[in-house]
C-alpha cells in the first residue's frame, strides 16, 4: 500500500491490508531539516532559475551561430564568382587560387570550424563591395543601431507606460477609448509607412528635422568607442551632440510610434488585471491612498507581464529598425544587412544577421532576469 | 455523450460546433467592428474584383508619363513610364491579398497543428517540436523573412514560405500551452474513457476549446503578415519590379512624391488600411472570446 | 456574559444597489444592525444573501459610480453613508477593519509579509519604517508564528493557508480597531486549522475590546463564537437575537430550514437531508 507523504503528516502506520506496515514511521518533513553540506548546496546553486537561464545564453547563442552559417551557405550564388564578377580575364587557376584562399573548398564541418575560429579572433570576412573587412563595417554600424534602439525603447517605454496606466485608470471613459484606439492604430500601421509620413512631414513639408544619415556629411567624427554620446565626452566634443540627436530623432520616434502602442495595451491590460487582484482588497482595507496603491502593489506586479512582452517587443524592434534604417539611410547593422541581401555580399551578410541574432538572444536573457529579479515567486524554482 | 461526459466537458460543447460559432452575430459589437470587419471585405473585393471593371493593362507604358490624377482615361495619372496608376494599384493588391491571406492560413495551420501535436504527444515529441521552434523565434521575424527570401530568391511563392517559417512558430508555442492546458483536464479523460482515439480528441474535443485564442492570433499575425509582407517588397526582396505590388511601388514612388503623391500615399493608404483593419477585427474577436461567446 | 454592551456601529434601514448590465441588483434591502463592543455579530446566509456586501458597505469599499447606498451607517457620531471618501479612508486600517476570505490572495506576492504589516502600522499609526518592522515582528509572534523575526522576511507562498491568515489577522488587528468585518475568515481553510484561526481571531478582537461583524454561512461557527446573530436572506434580515435563542428556539421559518439542514451525527443514518427552499 503507497501512502502518500504530505509535508506534516506523519506517515500512516497502521496498514489495513495484508502487507507489512512500514518499519518505522517516517520523520515529519520539516524546512529545517534539508540536507546539508556542499553538495546539497551546489546542487541549490545549479538549480536556481537565474543560474538556469543564464546557462541557457551561451548555448542558444552557439545554435543561432550554427544557423546563420548554415543559412548563409543555403544562399544561392558562388562568392567567388560574385567576388571576380567584375574581373576581366581572370584564369581558372586564380579562382582556384581564391577559393582556396578563402577557404571555400573545403568540406562543410571544415569551413564551420574555420568560420567559428575566426570568430573568436574578430574575422568576419570582408565585404565583395567594398573590400573592408566585415568586423570594421560591424564594429562602425553596431553603435548606431544600438543607439537608436535605445532611444527608441527609452521612448515607446515613456509613451507606452504612462498612456497605458492613464487608460487603465479612466477605464471605460473615452479617454481609454481613445488612447486604446490610437494605441492599436500606432502598432498597426508598418514601419515604412510611418517612416514615409514622418519624412513628409517633418522632413520636407516643416523641415525641422534631418532625413539622411546619423550625423550631417558636414561634421567630421573619428569615433573613439563609437557611441556618438560617448564620445562626445571623451573627446570633448559637445558640438556633436546636437546633430546626433537631431538626426536621431526622426528614426526613433518612427519606430517607437509602433512600438509604443503595443507597450500601451500590454501595460492597460496588466495594470488592471493587478488592480483586480485581492490584495489590492487588502491594500485598500489599510486605508492607502489610491496613488500609494497604484504605486505599491499594482505596479509591481503588473511590470511582469510589461517586462515580458517589451522584451518581445524588442525582436520586433530590431526587425522594424532594419526596415526603418533602409528607409532614413541610417548607417546601422540593419541597412548593412538589407544591403547585402540585395547585393549579395555574402560574408556582411552572414556578419550583420549574426549580430542582429546574438542581440536578440542577450535582450531576451535580460528580460527573463530582469523578472526573476521582480517576482519573487519564480526564485526558488 | 454520456451524461458524466457531458457534466465533465467545459461549456464549450462538440457538437455541430463549426455552426454554432461562427454565426456573425456573436462577433462584431460596435461600430468599430464592423468598420474594420468591412474594410477587410471591401479590401479584399475590391482587390479580386477590381481589375475586371479597370480597362487599362497596369503594364502597358503606353500613355504620357506622370499624368496627374483625374485626367481622363486616367483616374488617378500615370506614372513615371506612363502607366495607369489606377489599373497598378488595383493589380498590385492581388500579391499583398494573396501573400497575406496565403502566409496568415499557412501559418495557423501548420503552427497549429504542430503545437496540437507536441501538446499531445508530450515526451519527446513536445521537446523536439518546442526546441526547433524555440530556435526559430531565437530570431526577430522580420531577419527569419529577410534570410529566407535571400535564400530562395523573391517572388510570390518564396514570400509565403519565408513569412509562414516567421509567423509558424507563434502559433505553435500558442497552442501546444492551451493543448496542454486542456489534456490533463477531466472532459479528456473522460472522452478516452469512452474509447476515442487521440485523433479524435484532438481534433473534436481540444481543438474547439482552443481555436478561440488560436483565432485571436490568425488576425493578429495578419496583421503583421501585411506590414512583413509590404516591408520586404519595400526594401526590394521580394518582388521583381515590373509586376505591380503595394509594397514595391510605394517605394518606387518616394521619389515622385512631389509630383504624384499619389503614386506612394495611396499603395501605403492600402496597406495600412488592411493592417489596421486587421488588428480592429482581432480585437472584435478577443472581446467576443473573453466573454466566453465564441 | 456580560450585561448589553453599548454599541459601536448602528446601522439602520441600509439598502445597496449594484447597477448593471441586467438591470439594478437590490443586495441590501432595509436592514437593521448593531454591533457592541468588544462582542461578535454573526451575520449567517447562504450565498448571495447580501451579508458579504454588508460588511464590505460599512467598511465603504462598496462604493462605486455604479452602487447607491441608502440609509445610515452611524459610527463615532458621523454616518459612514455620508461620509466623504477620505475620511473613510482615515477609518480605515486605524478604526474600521476588514478579513477577507481567501487567504491565498488577500496578501501581495511580491512584498514580505513583515512589509505587509508594518505598512499598515506606518500608513495608521505613524509609525516609523523601523519601530513598523519591530512591531510587525512583535504582531507575528502574537498571532502564533513560529520564528516571527525570519518568517516577517518571507513572502507569503512560503506559508500555509492558516498561517498567511494569521498575518491577515495581525494586518487588520495591527492598530485595533473598533470595528473588525471578517468576511468567512475560514471558509477556504482546511477544517483542521478553522477553529485556531477563529480562536486567534476571536480572542485578540476580545483582548482589544474589537467589535466583530463574523460573516459566515456556518451555523457551527455561529454557536460556538457569536454572542448575537442576526440571519439574512435576499437581503433583508429574517431573524436577529442572541444566538443562543435564536440557535436554540428558532421563531422564523427560515432559521428553523437552516438548523434542519445541517447533517446530525446521530439519529435515523438513511435521513433525506431536508433542503431550504429559496426563493425565485
Known amino acids: 500500500m503507497v501512502t502518500a507523504r504530505l509535508p506534516g503528516t506523519v506517515a500512516d502506520a497502521h496498514s489495513t491490508a495484508t502487507a507489512a506496515p512500514d518499519p518505522a514511521p517516517a520523520p515529519v518533513w520539516r524546512p529545517d531539516d534539508e540536507p ?62 581564391l577559393t582556396s584562399q578563402l577557404g571555400l573548398d573545403a568540406g562543410l564541418a571544415d569551413q564551420l570550424r574555420s568560420y567559428l575560429v575566426g570568430l573568436l579572433h574578430g574575422q568576419m570576412g570582408i565585404s565583395f563591395y567594398s573590400g573592408a573587412s566585415v568586423s570594421s563595417m560591424l564594429a562602425d554600424a553596431l553603435p548606431a543601431t544600438v543607439e537608436l534602439a535605445v532611444a527608441a525603447v527609452l521612448l515607446a517605454g515613456l509613451l507606452g507606460i504612462v498612456t497605458g496606466i492613464v487608460a487603465a485608470r479612466t477605464q471605460g471613459t473615452w479617454v481609454d477609448h481613445l488612447i486604446r484606439g490610437g494605441a492599436t492604430i500606432g502598432f498597426s500601421v508598418p514601419w ?54 537631431e538626426h536621431l530623432a526622426l528614426p526613433a520616434l518612427t519606430l517607437a510610434v509602433t512600438s509604443a502602442g503595443f507597450i500601451t495595451r500590454v501595460t492597460r491590460t ?7 487582484q485581492q490584495w489590492v482588497r487588502t491594500a485598500r482595507m489599510k486605508g492607502l491612498t489610491e496613488s500609494a496603491i497604484s504605486v505599491k502593489h499594482v505596479l509591481r506586479n503588473a511590470s511582469v507581464p510589461i517586462l515580458t512582452i517589451v ?38 551578410l552572414q556578419g550583420s544577421a549574426l549580430v542582429i541574432a546574438l542581440m536578440f538572444t542577450g535582450v531576451n536573457a535580460l528580460v527573463d532576469l530582469s523578472v526573476l529579479a521582480v517576482d519573487p515567486r519564480l526564485r526558488r524554482g | 455523450m454520456t451524461s458524466l461526459v457531458a457534466a465533465a466537458a467545459p461549456r464549450r460543447g462538440t457538437t455541430g460546433w463549426l455552426s454554432a460559432r461562427w454565426s456573425a452575430r456573436r462577433v462584431l459589437r460596435g461600430p468599430v467592428a464592423w468598420l474594420a470587419w468591412g474594410t477587410l471585405v471591401a479590401l479584399s473585393v475590391l482587390v479580386l ?65 504542430l503545437g496540437l501535436l507536441a501538446g499531445f504527444r508530450g515526451g519527446w515529441v513536445d521537446a523536439v517540436v518546442m526546441r526547433a521552434m524555440d530556435v526559430l523565434l531565437a530570431f526577430p521575424l522580420v531577419l527569419v523573412a529577410i534570410l529566407m527570401v535571400a535564400v530562395l530568391g523573391g517572388g510570390t511563392g518564396n514570400m509565403i514560405v519565408a513569412i509562414t517559417i516567421s509567423q509558424a512558430p507563434t502559433f505553435a508555442r500558442l497552442a501546444r500551452n492551451l493543448t496542454v492546458g486542456e489534456v490533463s483536464r477531466d472532459y479528456v479523460r473522460a472522452s478516452r474513457c469512452l474509447g476515442h482515439g487521440s485523433w479524435h480528441i484532438a481534433l473534436r474535443e481540444v481543438l474547439p476549446n482552443v481555436s478561440g485564442q488560436v483565432l485571436v492570433q490568425t488576425t493578429s499575425t495578419l496583421a503583421v503578415t501585411a506590414g512583413l509582407s509590404s516591408a520586404l517588397s519595400y526594401l526590394g526582396l521580394g518582388q521583381d519590379a515590373s509586376a505591380p505590388d503595394w509594397g514595391y511601388m510605394v517605394r518606387a514612388g518616394q521619389e515622385l512624391i512631389f509630383s504624384n503623391p499619389g503614386l506612394s500615399l495611396i499603395p501605403a493608404l492600402l496597406i495600412t488600411a488592411f493592417a489596421v483593419a486587421a488588428n480592429f477585427a482581432g480585437d472584435d474577436l478577443r472581446d467576443a472570446t473573453d466573454l466566453g461567446r465564441l | 456574559m456580560a450585561g448589553p454592551r453599548p454599541s459601536v456601529v448602528e446601522v439602520r434601514d441600509l439598502h445597496v444597489d449594484f447597477a448593471t448590465d441586467r438591470g439594478p441588483v437590490h443586495a441590501v434591502r432595509g436592514i437593521d444592525l448593531d454591533l457592541a463592543v468588544g462582542q461578535v455579530h454573526a451575520l449567517v446566509g447562504e450565498s448571495g444573501s447580501g451579508k458579504s456586501v454588508t460588511g464590505l458597505t460599512i467598511m465603504g469599499l462598496t462604493r462605486g459610480p455604479r452602487t447607491t447606498v441608502r440609509g445610515a451607517i452611524r459610527y463615532g457620531g458621523r454616518d459612514l453613508v455620508q461620509a466623504d471618501e477620505s475620511w473613510m479612508r ?14 491565498m490572495t488577500s496578501l501581495n506576492p511580491m512584498h514580505p509579509v513583515g512589509r505587509q504589516i508594518a505598512e499598515t502600522l506606518q500608513v495608521n499609526a505613524g509609525r516609523s519604517r523601523r519601530v513598523a518592522r519591530a512591531d510587525a515582528v512583535e504582531l507575528l509572534d502574537r498571532v502564533g508564528i513560529r520564528e516571527p523575526a525570519k518568517a516577517a522576511a518571507r513572502y507569503p507562498h512560503e506559508f500555509s493557508g492558516g498561517m498567511r491568515q494569521r498575518v491577515v489577522i495581525a494586518i487588520a488587528l495591527a492598530c485595533e480597531p473598533a470595528v473588525l468585518v471578517a468576511d468567512e475568515p475560514t471558509t477556504a481553510l482546511d477544517v483542521t486549522v478553522q477553529a485556531q484561526v477563529l480562536d486567534l481571531m476571536v480572542g ?35 431573524e436577529r437575537g442572541p444566538a443562543q435563542a435564536v440557535l436554540g428556539d428558532p421563531q422564523h421559518d427560515y432559521t428553523r430550514a437552516l438548523l434542519a439542514a445541517i447533517p446530525r451525527l446521530h439519529g435515523p443514518r438513511r435521513r433525506r437531508l431536508s433542503p431550504v427552499a429559496t426563493p425565485g
Open chain 1, 36 to 97: 546539508s553540506g556542499w553538495r546539497s548546496w551546489a546542487g541549490r546553486v545549479v538549480h536556481h532559475p537565474v543560474v538556469l537561464r543564464l546557462a541557457q545564453v551561451p548555448v542558444v547563442a552557439f545554435v543561432v551561430t550554427i544557423i546563420v552559417f548554415l543559412v548563409a551557405h543555403l544562399l544561392p550564388g558562388d562568392p567567388v564568382t560574385q567576388l571576380t564578377a567584375n574581373v576581366n580575364g581572370i584564369t581558372p587557376e586564380e579562382v582556384a587560387q
Open chain 1, 192 to 245: 515604412f509607412v510611418v517612416a514615409l509620413v514622418a519624412i513628409l512631414v517633418f522632413g520636407v513639408w516643416l523641415g525641422w528635422l534631418p532625413i539622411l544619415g546619423r550625423l550631417p556629411t558636414s561634421l567630421t567624427y573619428e569615433p573613439t568607442t563609437g557611441f556618438v554620446l560617448v564620445d562626445a565626452v571623451l573627446q570633448g566634443r559637445p558640438d556633436l551632440i546636437g546633430p546626433w540627436l
Open chain 1, 270 to 276: 496588466a495594470f488592471l488585471d493587478a488592480q483586480a
Open chain 1, 311 to 348: 522584451g518581445l517587443m524588442f525582436g520586433g524592434l530590431l526587425g522594424g529598425a532594419v526596415v526603418t534604417e533602409a528607409v532614413f539611410s541610417y548607417p546601422g547593422v540593419g541597412s548593412l544587412l538589407v544591403e547585402a541581401v540585395t547585393r549579395r555580399d555574402y560574408f556582411v
Open chain 2, 49 to 113: 474584383v477590381g481589375p475586371l471593371f479597370v480597362t487599362a493593362d497596369p503594364q502597358a507604358q503606353d500613355s504620357v508619363a506622370l499624368l496627374p490624377a483625374g485626367t481622363a482615361g486616367h483616374l488617378l495619372g500615370t506614372d513615371d513610364l506612363g502607366r495607369d496608376v489606377l489599373a497598378r494599384v488595383l493589380a498590385g493588391g492581388r500579391p499583398f491579398l494573396v501573400v497575406c491571406a496565403a502566409a496568415t492560413a499557412a501559418s495557423a495551420l501548420i503552427g497549429t497543428s
Open chain 3, 90 to 103: 482615515s477609518l480605515r486600517g486605524r478604526e474600521l477593519a476588514m478579513v477577507f476570505q481567501d487567504p
Open chain 3, 204 to 238: 485578540l478582537a476580545r483582548a482589544s475590546d474589537t467589535a466583530v461583524l463574523l460573516v459566515t454561512h456556518d451555523l457551527g461557527v455561529v454557536a460556538r463564537y457569536a454572542e448575537q446573530v442576526s440571519v439574512m436572506r435576499s437581503g433583508q434580515i429574517l
